[in-house]
Each structure stands twice: as C-alpha cells, then as structure tokens.
C-alpha cells in the first residue's frame, strides 16, 4: 500500500490521510468499555450506570474493577437516568450506558428535564445505535437517536468513528462539563492504525479533494474513505470530514470544504431527518450555491439482519454510497 501522506491544515487539524491504513477489527463500544475502565482507575468521582446490560455495553469492565462504584438500575433506563443526576449532583462523574434506543427514547423525558435542563454532569454512552444492530431488528435499531439528542439545549453529541476514537471521546467526555451523548456502534469495525487528533466540537479533514466533499460520521468514515478512493479513478477528487462531533459543529470546517467543493454530501448510519445531514445543512442555509445529498436511513425502520446485508438494502454500502454520491454530478 502506498504510504499516507499527512500534513497540517492551516486550522491546524491533521490533513490528507489519501492512503490511510487500518488494522484489527474492534467494536467501538468494546473501546468504550476500555476506556471507562481507565477513567476510573484515574479519577475515583467516575461512576457508572447500567440497565442490565454491562456484557454488552462493556461496562463489565468498570464493574469487576470498581464494584462499589458501579450500578446495575435494572431493566429501568428511566430510572438509571434520573440516578445519575443525582450522582452527579453530589459531584460524581457518572456514565450511563444502555442500548442507544433504550437510552435516548425510553429515557429521553429523563434525559431532558433531569440531566439537560439543569446542565448536569452526566455522560449517555448508549451502544448498539444504527441498523448494523443487527437481527434485533427496527424495535431496538435507534436511527433517530442523533436527532433526539441534538435537539436539546446544551448537549454534546458524539459519534466517533473507531475503537481509537471512542477512547478519545470518553476522556474527553469526562473532561468538559455537561451532558454528552456518545453514541456507540455494536459491530467490530476497522481500527485506523494511526491516531487522529480528537478535539470536541473540531473535525478531522481526513482527505483533501475539491469536487465534492464527504462529510460522515461513525462508522460511515471508513465507507467514505472507501468511496473516496474509488472516485479518485474516475478523476473525482472528494474531500473526506470525520465530523465526529455532531454539536457542536465545526462551522469553520462546513463553510470552508462546501465553498471550495460546491458538492456537499453527508453520510451517516441514522435517518436523513435530524442528523448529521441537518446538521451540515443548518450551517449552510442562506451561505452559498450548493449541490446537497443526504445520504442515511430514508424514512425507514430498521428491520432484522446482517450488519452488511442490511447496509447494502438501505444503500449505506460501499455499491450504495457511491451510486448517490455520483448523482451529484
């Protein structure tokens, strides 16, 4: 494989990853498990919150560690959120993690009145988000979770795009104060095997390009980059964004990489409508001439299957992706 090229930008963010090189396969919410289990053996105020589900979101990990400071809530995700403003209240540091679908819409009352409108401390680290969920099917694939949470005042929203970046962000979670919302992929996905830089509310320009710019999140980076590459034979030169920040956005990012490409895309494992797409297209409104194309689950439920065969039948594929991207032109 041709060696990467890396440079700075002049914002200062890691520039051109043209040939970017990736590794193992590891499940982001495996990453974040990991994580939480460092962070804990850091700053004894961390504590973490469970809805019976810690083999699965991995909190596992925190609870043979720190059993004192570990709670199980029960199948009671309402519950476990309002424990964990309480926590937070008394000065402890707590994450809560459950399947993103029970987190961000069982609890979401929770969420707003009992975490986000009296600004406290706690960190949603829901896992299983998006379609590649799997055989569970549309009842427990969150896609309107991004949305959900973008829309309350003061929340962070988080969607990082490896194993690597989901360790960034839950440091970097626990380090700002607020509610953050990280949202976590089930599926082991590729492991970029050099670090990208992780700033909250600063994207990565993982790949320069003047004709179209890519903007994605979580694990559609990878099939942005994907995309990107195969372009690059056509003599399309596409830009590649890893905004792993949904809110706050990185503004400067959007308005410089749309005025120099004119063709926007967004691409994002979670419905069309509140995401990342209206993310990058609130910034845009009223900027400027722009050929946009969301790319993302289109008015749809999830339904039981693969990961890979239920990518490919909401076009979120590789095959997929490319299709769309192309009709801009």
């Not at 700075?8 to 590794?23: A, V």
């Not at 994580?35 to 105020?45: P, S, T, V, Y």
Request: net charge neutral; charged share 20%; with cysteine.
């Amino acid at each position: 494989m041709a060696k990467r090229l890396i440079r700075k930008n002049s914002n200062g963010r890691s520039g051109n990853w043209r040939d970017k090189k990736m590794s193992e396969l590891k499940a982001i919410r495996a990453a974040y498990g990991e994580a939480l289990a460092e962070l804990g053996g850091r700053d004894e105020r961390v504590v973490a919150l469970d809805a019976d589900l810690a083999h699965a979101t991995y909190t596992c990990y925190f609870a043979e560690k720190y059993p004192e400071r570990f709670f199980n809530a029960g199948i009671a995700e309402a519950n476990m959120v309002s424990m964990s403003a309480g926590l937070s209240a008394m000065g402890y540091i707590p994450f809560c993690s459950t399947f993103a679908v029970f987190g961000a819409g069982r609890a979401y009352e929770q969420v707003r009145n009992s975490v986000a409108y009296p600004h406290f401390n706690v960190k949603l680290a829901m896992t299983h988000a998006g379609i590649t969920l799997g055989e569970d099917g549309g009842s427990h694939q969150a896609i309107e979770d991004i949305a959900l949470m973008r829309v309350i005042p003061g929340m962070t929203v988080v969607v990082p795009c490896d194993a690597g970046e989901a360790r960034r962000a839950t440091f970097a979670a626990a380090q700002m104060n607020g509610p953050v919302y990280l949202r976590l992929a089930r599926t082991p996905s590729h492991v970029f095997e050099e670090e990208m830089p992780f700033t909250l509310g600063k994207a990565n320009v993982l790949r320069e390009g003047s004709d179209v710019v890519l903007f994605a999140c979580g694990i559609m980076v990878k099939t942005a980059l994907d995309c990107a590459r195969m372009l690059a034979q056509e003599n399309i030169s596409a830009a590649v964004i890893n905004m792993h920040t949904i809110k706050p956005i990185d503004r400067e990012c959007v308005l410089k990489y749309a005025g120099t490409c004119k063709r926007v895309v967004t691409i994002e494992e979670h419905s069309v409508i509140g995401g990342l797409g209206d993310a990058v297209a609130d910034v845009l409104i009223g900027t400027g001439d722009y050929k946009f194309r969301k790319i993302g689950v289109q008015d749809r439920f999830g339904q039981s299957g693969k990961p890979a065969d239920l990518l490919a039948e909401y076009g979120l594929d590789v095959p997929g992706v490319l299709r769309q991207i192309r009709s801009c032109f």
